[in-house]
């Protein structure tokens, strides 16, 4: 734990290489076209850009960026867009090919370029791309954003770098508030069981355990040795609640509840915000719900043992 490494992710800025006159459905906007890879993304670029850039997000909300497989409309999209933002951390192995079909090379940043990112625990020397976890990351996030808007809209600095500004005290905000909510916890009830492992980075900057069944990457099965672990530490620890995600399948994780029985203390956003009108419908609302989830479903007694 707290192995830390500090990678700098290579800033695919590449210059625009599209052959012919391709570009030139791109000229029918009126407004530059920025890309997102995952819905957390999307949500913060809307955040900053306004009504000045129009932002696409590339992931459906609820979906697995993990193991996302592109549709057509998604090289397209690419095709005509001034620039890609995605997060980088090697979250989007399909992002590559994706971009080769889409004609040619387009401006890209990653969006966590310059977080000090966790090491992969299983497979060393790769990154744990989950980094949204720790809030005060997301000012990296939101810096790189602004980089980027500013590239294709020069003219909207001033309105970016003010929207992020405003962005970024809510931010700490949110930073307290999950600092001060998991304090009301027990410090033996500061643990977090769920799928797949995407809360490290959430563990470290509040001081959480944290446990999955699934490593970082969802790509990977569950190992039989990891989920008779997992029982017995709910188990010696009377944890109350384990916690599946919305992007992730619930079966594996449901079944060891039932057999080491804890509850599943609820559904927690891991890769993806929830659905528009949810409270998780945004970075800043997800976080709160899955901190608020956590908190409640720990402080309930455990089920009695058989
Ligand atoms: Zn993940």
Redesign the pocket.
């Known amino acids: 734990m707290g192995k830390k490494l500090t990678i700098l992710i290579i800033s695919f800025i590449t210059t625009i290489a599209l052959i012919g006159c391709s570009g030139s459905e791109g000229s029918e906007r009126d407004r530059p076209l920025v890309v997102a890879t995952t819905t957390i993304i999307t949500d913060i670029a809307e955040e900053i850009a306004g009504d000045r850039v129009e932002v696409h997000g590339i992931m459906p909300i609820g979906g ?3 193991i996302y497989q592109p549709v057509p409309g998604d090289a397209r999209m690419i095709a005509q867009s001034d620039l890609v933002l995605l997060n980088g951390l090697q ?1 989007e192995g399909w992002l590559s090919e994706l971009a080769r079909h889409a004609g040619g090379t387009r401006p890209m940043i990653s969006v966590a370029d310059g977080v000090s990112a966790l090491e992969d625990e299983e497979r060393h020397g790769e990154p744990d ?2 980094a949204w976890f720790d809030v005060r990351n997301m000012h990296i996030y939101v810096d790189n954003i602004v980089r980027g808007l500013v590239k294709v809209d020069p003219d909207g600095e001033e309105e970016y770098v003010q929207r992020a500004d405003e962005y970024k005290k809510k931010l700490d905000e949110l930073d307290t508030w999950v600092r001060e909510q998991i304090e009301t916890l027990p410090e033996d009830r500061r643990i977090l069981i769920t799928s ?3 809360f490290r980075y959430f563990g470290e900057a509040y001081g959480v355990k944290v446990m999955a069944l699934q490593g ?3 790509e990977a099965q569950p190992q039989t040795k990891d989920v008779i672990k997992l029982v017995q530490t709910i188990r010696e620890h009377t944890i109350p609640a384990v916690f599946i995600e919305t ?2 399948n619930p079966r594996m994780l449901e079944q060891i509840a039932r057999d080491a029985g804890a509850r599943i203390g609820g559904e927690l956003f ?2 993806s915000i929830g659905a528009p009108g949810h409270e998780g419908g945004s970075y800043l609302g997800m976080v709160r719900y899955n901190v608020r989830t956590f908190v409640e479903a720990m402080k309930e007694d455990p089920i009695t043992q058989k």
């Open positions: 697995d960026p993990h979250l791309p989950h797949h492992d995407a970082i990457s969802t992007s992730v891991s890769d």
